[in-house]
């Protein structure tokens, strides 16, 4: 677990040297509603791909009981048709994550039950990119 969190320190500081046109920082506002910390570096590999990792961590407890732990990694490849980060998309990805949730009260079911364990997968992606301006700019994903 902490050679996962040494190699995300690393991508990201790699990204303070680079061309913003070459990387971009980026975060999950849906996981952010769900009081998950999570960031991510998106860095150029060639004309047409791009290269994402995005982690995620969560370690709040609430009262004696109920629990909402996860820590998540991601990695990503991504095509562009056109433009790199900018328009249409596809994308290939892969996903670590180890979670420890339960006994949450206003579930219902899930007030004496703990999941715990490891997760494994990976799926497809495609999703838009719009630019909103010289430094920021917002994406839709669709997954599977």
């Given at each position: 677990?902490k050679?996962?969190?040494l190699l ?9 040297a ?10 999950d506002?849906?996981?952010w509603?769900?009081t ?13 791909f791009?290269?994402a ?8 407890k609430?009262?004696?009981d109920?629990?909402?732990n ?25 996903h ?40 920021f700019s ?7």
């Amino acid at each position: 677990m902490k050679r996962l969190y040494l190699l995300f320190l690393l991508l990201s500081l790699m990204s303070t040297a680079a061309f913003a046109q070459r990387v971009a920082l980026r975060t999950d506002l849906l996981l952010w509603g769900t009081t998950t910390p999570n960031a991510g570096v998106e860095t150029s590999i060639s004309r047409h791909f791009t290269m994402a990792l995005n982690g995620a961590y969560n370690a709040w407890k609430f009262g004696n009981d109920m629990k909402l732990n996860l820590c998540l990694i991601q990695p990503e490849l991504r095509y562009w048709p056109c433009r790199k980060f900018e328009g249409h998309f596809l994308g290939v990805h892969g996903h670590y994550a180890y979670y420890n949730v339960g006994q949450i009260p206003f579930f219902s079911g899930m007030e004496d039950i703990i999941y715990r364990g490891d997760l494994y997968g990976g799926g497809i992606t495609y999703g838009y990119h719009w630019v909103l301006g010289d430094r920021f700019s917002i994406e839709a994903v669709i997954g599977g």
